[in-house]
């Protein structure tokens, strides 16, 4: 390859056709250089953090990012209601949606709630039967049932004619949620959400916050309503800070922006659930077969797809059950039905993403992948966005077509950095082409009538069009430091984690480790790409790419020979399996040396 003025390590392309750009100055280490807390330092000044904040962000603490829940708007009307409910023992019911931040947002509030006395009931909708957000029906029917107050959690803002109905019912409405609002909002006792119009200056910096994060805020806020009215002076306060583990869970799950708050709230989470104090949380860790105190990663690929499990295409209640149970037998025997529920999603996603795959060519020309089909499950149409989106570079909508009674789809779309999804799916709703839409800048839900799919396609094509263009031109492999072999390390990747936790808003660190040649490479799994190579100083690592056996990547490392030399570039990684750890790679891209 040619170098360029902007090349890095004299490459210009990689063989996944990306260019390869260092995060934040140059950060080749060779093979010598000393492992201190300058790395930390660069890993932290190359995520947008300024040099004089550097020591707030090295151990994110609450009491260094929590903010007055009081500078949200609705915040102490909402505290005040709640609080009203604990002192006059009402009944109440938690409202909330079927996916993981939902679950946890309605299981932190049932467990606070427990803990002040009051016993409050949860309703969680069917996905596929009722769909997402309150239903008019459901309100009016939890009214009837007894509730003077209802709390919906991860969904509301949008929900206009349901929480009219449920008004003119006569029972209050608090929502709790951080999905994108309208400047109309719907009538409710209180509406706390980040992401309204009419935010505070303060309230709107916070609005990555995921929906669980917003109602520990309300949490806090209710809590000091209730100690200022002499609620503790005859009990102890309730320890919010055992909630942290559901926060985390959520933030991370619902993939939440991992920076501010909310990089304080996982991994402050993370410490909390390492205690394995709650009960549900307990088992969901051991049914997850994790021998080891989870980490950011688990969370989203472990911990996070057996609470979806529930929702997706089992019954929507297991998740808030076991995060709120406080029977260990009971917390077993759910954490166990979960794995299971999620076995059998992912048999029914394969078959999704095979058919959605196939519609991909028909569409090259598009900027955001429409795709459609019959009898596709609902439940995993979102997973397969996701997988496309990361397949193809660009926005994905996955459409299950005749998803309801009135032949209507549903449909979940997952968008690229730079193009928000969320805004255009409200305007393609207010513009007459959607029933219903929501959702936020990476992630969207709708619903939309059929033989409406080609104008829809084309209206987000018009509007989306050149932001995805730009986003595609400016992808690129963001690279922290580069290093020889003998420089990938336990150690190495002891210091890279310490700057974590990472996600969303807050990338895991990518090293460039080369030149070496390939001693191995075959496939483990379906199609998983398994190297050993060894480097110039004569160290061998092990590393793998995950699900690229079909790639160009893939099939490049697969029937690379050992004359060529080539540079790995991915993220560095502990290997649990051997006798004593040891670091390997785990591929995101390559490109040849020479």
């Known amino acids: 390859m040619t170098a360029t003025s902007s090349s890095i390590l004299g490459l210009d392309r990689s063989i996944s056709g990306r260019t390869w750009r260092w995060r934040g100055g140059n950060m080749d280490l060779g093979g010598g250089a000393s492992l201190d807390h300058d ?114 959690v991860d969904c509301g803002a949008m929900a206009h004619e349901a929480l009219a109905m449920a008004h003119d019912a006569g029972v209050d409405v608090i929502v709790v949620d951080h999905h994108k609002c309208s400047a109309e909002l719907p009538k ?8 309204r119009l009419d935010e505070s200056d303060i309230g709107a910096a916070h609005g990555h916050l995921a929906a669980v994060g917003v109602a520990f805020l309300l949490a806090i806020a209710t809590v000091r309503v209730l100690r200022q009215r002499g609620f503790f002076e005859s009990r102890p306060e309730p320890d919010l800070f055992a909630l942290l583990d559901l926060v985390a869970l959520g933030t991370v799950a619902d993939v939440a922006a991992l920076h501010g708050l909310n990089r304080a709230f996982v991994a402050q989470g993370l410490k909390v659930m390492a205690k394995r104090e709650g009960v549900g949380m307990a088992a969901l860790i051991d049914a997850s077969r994790l021998s080891r105190a989870p980490s950011c990663s688990d969370l989203g690929f472990a911990l996070g797809p057996r609470i979806n499990a529930g929702g997706r295409v089992g019954e929507s209640t297991l998740g808030v059950r076991l995060l709120t149970t406080e029977d260990p037998d009971e917390a077993r025997e759910i954490a166990a039905q979960l794995s299971q529920l999620n076995e059998e999603r992912r048999g029914i996603e394969a078959v999704v993403q095979e058919q959605a795959e196939a519609q991909i060519a028909s569409q090259h020309n598009r900027s955001v992948l429409v795709l459609a089909g019959p009898g596709w499950h609902p439940g995993v149409i979102g997973i397969v966005a996701g997988r496309i989106k990361e397949k193809t570079g660009k926005p994905a909508l996955v459409i299950a077509l005749d998803a309801d009674e009135h032949g209507n789809g549903k449909g979940s779309g997952r968008s690229i950095a730079g193009v928000d999804l969320g805004s255009a799916i409200m305007a393609a709703r207010e513009a007459g082409l959607l029933i219903a839409g ?31 263009t730009g986003a595609m031109a400016n992808q690129s492999m963001q690279l922290d430091l580069a290093l020889a072999p003998g420089g990938l390390t336990p150690a190495l990747v002891e210091t890279l984690e310490s700057a974590g936790p990472y996600g969303m808003g807050w990338p895991g660190p990518r090293v460039a480790v080369g030149p070496v040649r390939m001693v191995k490479a075959d496939l483990v799994g379906t199609d998983h790409v398994r190297l050993i190579v060894r480097g110039e100083d004569g160290a061998n690592f092990k590393a793998i790419a995950f699900r690229a056996a079909s790639t160009e990547l893939g099939q490049t490392l697969l029937h690379a020979t050992h004359h060529r030399r080539l540079w790995l570039a991915g993220r560095a990684r502990i290997d649990d399996w051997s006798s004593r750890p040891q670091a390997e790679l785990h591929v995101d891209d390559a490109a040849f040396a020479d």
Request: proline share 5%; hydrophobic share 50%.
């Open 39 to 152: 790395l930390v330092t660069q890993l932290l000044l190359s995520r947008g953090v300024a040099a004089d904040d550097v020591e707030r962000h090295r151990s994110p603490s609450l009491r260094a990012f929590l903010p007055d829940p009081s500078a949200l708007r609705d915040m102490n009307a909402a505290a005040e209601r709640l609080a009203q409910a604990v002192l006059t023992g009402e009944t109440m019911t938690v409202y909330g949606d079927y996916d993981v931040d939902g679950a946890t947002s309605a299981a932190l509030l049932i467990r606070l709630l427990r803990a002040l006395g009051l016993a409050a009931h949860y309703y969680i909708p069917d996905r596929l039967l009722e769909g997402y957000g309150p239903s008019g029906a459901a309100l009016v029917k939890l009214a009837e049932q007894g509730s003077s107050l209802i709390v919906t």
């Open 188 to 195: 409710a006792a209180a509406l706390v959400n980040p992401n």
């Open 438 to 468: 929501g959702g936020h800048a990476m992630a969207a839900g709708l619903t939309i009538a059929p033989g409406a799919l080609d104008a829809l396609g084309d209206w987000l094509d018009a509007r989306l069009g050149s932001a995805v």
